[in-house]
């Protein structure tokens, strides 16, 4: 009986060990796969954020070529602005405005009489002190208006 269990326990052992050597192949294959599989994982994400990348550097050479051009529309409105500015001022252009001359009180207009042409009336001006604020508005417009539209095409 001491025989059998000692064949008995020798099995057992061997069954044991060769067991173990084919769990340890299992193991060997499943890390294998799992290795493989994340791999793979890994290069599928490195490609997409290369490709978002690339993506996000064209966009971004597009907003700067975008705004390269609106810089230079509100500099080139500057510059028609300061040379209207200049044409007014040595006097070459004159500043003429739709308006309407009172009666009453005007330099221009003799508070006397009523006549019926506008002969002897100048043509409306701005005033000295009101010209740099048109020049203002103006380039404010111009510049508001530019960038406007930089950020609208920016946010479509």
Same mark, same amino acid.
């Given at each position: ?10 099995? @057992? ?87 309407? @001359? ?52 920016? @946010?479509?």
């Amino acid at each position: 009986m001491k025989t059998y269990l000692a064949i008995f326990l020798v099995g @057992c052992a061997l069954g044991a060990l060769v067991n173990g050597w084919r769990l340890n192949a299992n193991m060997a294959d499943l890390r294998t796969a799992h290795s493989d599989k994340l791999k793979e994982i890994s290069d599928k994400a490195l490609q997409t954020q290369q490709s978002l990348q690339a993506e996000l550097d064209a966009n971004e050479k597009l907003w700067a070529t975008a705004e390269a051009i609106q810089y230079q529309t509100i500099l080139e409105a500057r510059n028609e602005i300061d040379n209207l500015r200049d044409a007014v001022n040595d006097k070459s252009k004159q500043l003429l405005v739709n308006a309407t @001359c009172s009666a009453a009180g005007s330099d221009n207009v003799s508070e006397t009489g009523t006549d019926s042409s506008l002969g002897e009336r100048a043509a409306p001006r701005l005033t000295k002190d009101a010209e740099p604020y048109y020049y203002t508005l103006i380039e404010q417009i111009v510049t508001m208006t530019a960038q406007l539209n930089y950020y609208q095409a920016r @946010c479509e």
